[in-house]
């Protein structure tokens, strides 16, 4: 599975972007996908998850009830929609996918993903 993501950029706090990740090379209704960020000089951490299907989805706390994650499987791409961005958002943004298994599992762990993207910025003034 190749992944690329975009639809970062620069922001203003309270404002809003929407990511997108692209998936290519195998089916992609059978994965669940996340979506993880790393700020400058802190390790990648998990912010959302979403399992095959769609039905199933877990947030990191710090963002619940600010960003939702979505997938249209019929084009192979999934979303996260940030609203009410702050500061400490800032970072990149990668996008995840698990090995396809199918199941109702949301991964919220980095070892639990087998295949990631290169990343896009996102960055929020104040």
């Known amino acids: 599975v190749q992944l690329v993501e975009s639809g970062g950029g620069l922001v203003q706090a309270g404002g809003s972007l929407r990511l997108s990740c692209a998936a290519s090379g195998r089916t992609f209704s059978t994965n669940a996908m996340g979506w993880f960020r790393q700020a400058p000089g802190k390790e990648r951490e998990f912010v959302a998850a979403i399992n095959w299907s769609g039905g199933s989805t877990y947030y990191a706390d710090s963002v619940k009830g600010r960003f939702t994650i979505s997938r249209d499987n019929a084009k192979n791409t999934v979303y996260l929609q940030m609203n009410s961005l702050k500061p400490e958002d800032t970072a990149v943004y990668y996008c995840?996918?698990?090995?396809?298994?199918?199941?109702?599992?949301?991964?919220?762990?980095?070892?639990?993903?087998?295949?990631w993207g290169q990343g896009t910025q996102v960055t929020v003034s104040s």
């Open positions: 995840a996918a698990d090995g396809g298994w199918g199941t109702s599992r949301v991964p919220r762990l980095k070892h639990e993903y087998d295949y």
